[in-house]
């Protein structure tokens, strides 16, 4: 070959040179995090002074150094303090099924460019709608997202309950979708780019407990429709992101149905609670729905990103970026489930199925119940720490792995609170020994731990809750006020 960079680039010789030495980092990494000999949940860098430092790096850096760099100077989502936002620990051997995909590349676009991923995608969401509680009418498919693939259900909806061809002729008539008020942005933002605009986002409030408030409804409805729009879908989120709270899917599917509309589960977060023996009644309602996601990065351990979108009804699957409404085929046509491209709104996207396959051969299904059941019991756990404390104040009593709380001091007011919290918050991740986030609800300030990793115990919980209260402690002198 005439460019010996290029053979340099391809030489197998090469590959498995660095493999065998990523493989041994990695492998030190998750010992180290895992069982904790480094302190840290995350190394908090200025973006300003990492920005500097991949710039000299990229001059002057040992290429030797470049993974373990990489790894070190970040988030360690394998380590029990990260209780930060919703992306597991990935399952170990998932990043060795990343590296295939990423290895053979194949699109997944048509059958050709990935026969045994495509087989393997068909295999993987079967399990998942039959574990929702769907007849074998129901089909899914992978892709890249919560947040594509609960725009990808909004544009199945609105193709399968509406008599108005939108797709072909544009939006004629204004169309809207009923959603909670503490729904993922995502929904809102896929109505938006659906031309529904702010007034076909019907907002539906919560109740105390921040769940979609189901009895203002039909209130709600009547008044959409005496605006002359025209409702096609209701979403259900389970559960809402912020809090984590679940939405009564029942009572959402008998009003669905009451009313013709198609019945959206956003489950990104706690859809695998299907698995849960203990916690499935979380999703009570879900077999009702029309269509379903699930991360799988999110509560089932996989890589980023691995997302299902799954329809109980899976002549709709093929429907939505057809051009005309051929759809409903005879019994003798032939579905072809296999070229995924069809469906996707992605053409190329990554072999995410193998992930997802691997888990169910390796630890069978089991191993999605064990993974759930303890982080949802581990955020009860949580969540009574944080009830019986003086100190602090839950949001609301938590139903997933999901909890909000706050520092509480009755001589501060309002905005003193929330400065401080939020001032503890980014202390915390300077220090960087915990990661937890944080979020805004009802005018309050609140943190926010997510429990990621099933070796996150109650001593992990209370170093924590010793640290915040230390950091108040230090943080502030009430501010004395003069009479
Ligand atoms: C995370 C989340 C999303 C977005 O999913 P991505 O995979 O991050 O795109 C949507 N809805 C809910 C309820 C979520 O928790």
């Not at 919703?86 to 194949?106: E, F, K, R, Y």
């Not at 389970?238 to 008998?254: H, K």
Request: proline share 3%.
């Amino acid at each position: 070959m005439r460019n010996n960079l290029l053979q340099k680039v391809y030489s197998p010789k090469f590959f498995q040179e660095k493999g065998h030495q990523v493989i041994d980092e990695l492998t030190a990494h998750l010992d180290d995090k895992l069982n904790e000999k480094s302190e840290k949940a995350i190394q908090w860098n200025d973006p300003e002074e990492e920005l500097k430092f991949w710039k000299d790096f990229l001059k002057s850096g040992d290429e030797n150094d470049l993974f373990k760099t990489i790894t070190e100077r970040t988030t360690y989502v394998h380590h029990p303090h990260y209780i930060g936002h919703q992306v597991s620990p990935a399952a170990p051997i998932t990043a060795l099924t990343g590296m295939i995909s990423s290895l053979l590349n194949n699109g997944m676009a048509v059958y050709e460019m990935g026969m045994s991923p495509s087989a393997i995608e068909r295999v993987v969401t079967d399990v998942l709608c039959e574990k929702i509680g769907w007849d074998t009418n129901a089909r899914g498919f992978l892709t890249s997202g919560g947040t594509l693939a609960n725009l990808t259900a909004l544009l199945a909806a609105r193709k399968a309950v509406l008599k108005q061809d939108v797709w072909n002729e544009g939006l004629n008539v204004p169309l809207g979708i009923m959603v909670s008020e503490e729904a993922h942005y995502c929904v809102d933002r896929a109505a938006r780019i659906m031309g529904l605009g702010e007034k076909g986002i019907i907002k539906i409030p919560c109740t105390e407990s921040f769940q979609m408030d189901t009895t203002v409804l039909e209130e709600k409805y009547g008044e959409a429709l005496h605006k002359g729009i025209a409702i096609f879908a209701i979403v259900g989120s389970a559960p809402s992101t912020a809090t984590g709270m679940f939405d009564d899917l029942e009572a959402i599917a008998g009003f669905a149905k009451k009313h013709g509309l198609w019945f959206h589960v956003d489950g990104a977060h706690g859809g695998a609670g299907i698995f849960s023996e203990k916690y499935r009644h979380t999703l009570k309602g879900i077999e009702n729905a029309d269509s379903v996601v699930i991360d799988g990065h999110k509560m089932m351990m996989l890589p980023t990103i691995t997302t299902a979108l799954l329809l109980k009804n899976g002549l709709y699957a093929n429907a939505t970026f057809r051009q005309k409404a051929d759809y409903l085929l005879t019994d003798s046509d032939h579905e072809d489930w296999y070229n995924s491209g069809k469906r996707t709104f992605e053409c190329t996207k990554t072999m995410m199925s193998i992930h997802w396959y691997t888990m169910l051969k390796y630890y069978g299904e089991v191993v999605f119940d064990a993974y759930i059941t303890q982080l949802y019991d581990m955020g009860a756990s949580f969540g009574e720490m944080i009830e019986h404390h003086a100190s602090f104040q839950l949001a609301v009593t938590p139903m997933a792995n999901i909890v909000c709380f706050r520092y509480v001091d009755s001589n501060f007011s309002q905005l003193q609170l929330n400065e401080l919290n939020a001032k503890i918050r980014h202390q915390l991740l300077e220090d960087g020994e915990f990661y937890i986030v944080q979020t805004k609800l009802r005018g309050w300030h609140y943190l926010r731990v997510t429990v990621m990793n099933p070796f996150t115990t109650t001593e992990h919980f209370q170093k924590l809750l010793d640290k915040i209260l230390l950091m108040a402690q230090k943080s502030v002198t009430p501010v004395t006020t003069i009479c």
